[in-house]
C-alpha cells in the first residue's frame, strides 16, 4: 500500500511534475521556503494550458488543495448575517464560501487567467479549485474562440467549498460607460441568477463584476448590481439567496450605504 504524502511532499511533487511538463524549466530548483513554493505552484498551475493531467497528480493536487482549504477556513452560508430577506453582504474571500455557486468575473477566453499569481478573481478562483476548472472550461468551450458579454456557464467547483462555478463576462469599459454597458453588466447578474435556478441552487454568491481590471466605475456597477438582483428577487420570491462578496473596504463602504 503506497504512503500518503505529507503536504509538504505533496507540494514538491507537484511542482516538479509542473516542472518537467516544460522543457525549458526541467533543471530549475524547488525554493526551500514555503511561501515561494506555494507562489511557484500558482504560477504554473496559472500558465498550465487546458492539457491531459495524470491521476496522481489529481490526486495529490486534490489533497493538497484541500489541506489548504482547511487551513484557510470555510465561511458557510448559515453562518451568515443577512441585511435583509434574502440579501447578504459579506467581505473576505469568495474561494472559501461554501454557498451553492459563487460567481467568477472570467476573461471572453473564459479559460481562466494566464498571468503568474495575478490578482484577479479568476486567477484565483482557478489556482484553488484545480486544473480540473481549465479542463472543464475548455471543454464547454469546444474550441470557440470567445464567449458573449452578458452570458454566463456553468461549472464544477472542484476543490472550492462551493458546488458550482457560475462563469460570466462583463463589460470593459474604455472611457465612458454606455447604456451599453449597463446593460451588459445587468445581463450578467441575469444570466448566472437564471442559470443558477435551472439547476435547483438557493444561495449564490456575487463578486462585483466588472470592476478592478475591467474598469467599471465601483459605485455605478454596485447600484446596477443591487437593482438588478432585487428585481429578479421580486419576480422569483424565495428561489436563491444572493450575497454580494466584496473585498475591497471600499467596495464594503459602498454595498452598505446602497443596501
Not at 504554473?44 to 497528480?57: G, T
Not at 472570467?106 to 486544473?131: E, K, R, W
Not at 474598469?215 to 446596477?224: K, R, V
Request: hydrophobic letters at 35%.
Amino acid at each position: 500500500m503506497t504512503q500518503k504524502r505529507t503536504q509538504e511532499q505533496r507540494i514538491d511533487f507537484l511542482l516538479r511534475y509542473l516542472l518537467n511538463e516544460h522543457k525549458e524549466y526541467q533543471n530549475t530548483s524547488v525554493p526551500a521556503n514555503p511561501s515561494d513554493k506555494r507562489r511557484l505552484l500558482r504560477s504554473l498551475m496559472n500558465i498550465r494550458p487546458p492539457a491531459p493531467v495524470s491521476e496522481e497528480f489529481l490526486q495529490e493536487q486534490d489533497s493538497y488543495l484541500q489541506t489548504r482549504l482547511s487551513e484557510r477556513g470555510i465561511t458557510k452560508v448559515v453562518d451568515l448575517t443577512p441585511v435583509q430577506t434574502g440579501l447578504y453582504l459579506w467581505q473576505g474571500d469568495i474561494t472559501t464560501l461554501a454557498a451553492d455557486a459563487i460567481v467568477n468575473a472570467a476573461n471572453s477566453q473564459m479559460l481562466g487567467c494566464f498571468v503568474p499569481c495575478h490578482g484577479c478573481i479568476d486567477n484565483a478562483i482557478h489556482t484553488y479549485a484545480g486544473v480540473q476548472l481549465r479542463l472543464e472550461c475548455a471543454r464547454i468551450m469546444g474550441g470557440k474562440k470567445e464567449e458573449p458579454t452578458g452570458k454566463a456557464k456553468i461549472t464544477n467547483a472542484y476543490n472550492l467549498p462551493c458546488r458550482y462555478v457560475l462563469h460570466t463576462i462583463g463589460p470593459i469599459i474604455h472611457g465612458a460607460v454606455t447604456r451599453t454597458d449597463q446593460e451588459l453588466l445587468a445581463g450578467c447578474y441575469c444570466s448566472c441568477l437564471e442559470l443558477a435556478a435551472a439547476y435547483g441552487l438557493k444561495s449564490v454568491a456575487f463578486c462585483c463584476i466588472s470592476t478592478g481590471e475591467f474598469h467599471f466605475p465601483d459605485e455605478l456597477a454596485a447600484q446596477i448590481a443591487i437593482q438588478t438582483v432585487r428585481e429578479w428577487q421580486q419576480k422569483n420570491p424565495d428561489k436563491i439567496e444572493v450575497i454580494f462578496n466584496v473585498f475591497k473596504d471600499s467596495d464594503y463602504k459602498i454595498y452598505k450605504r446602497l443596501l
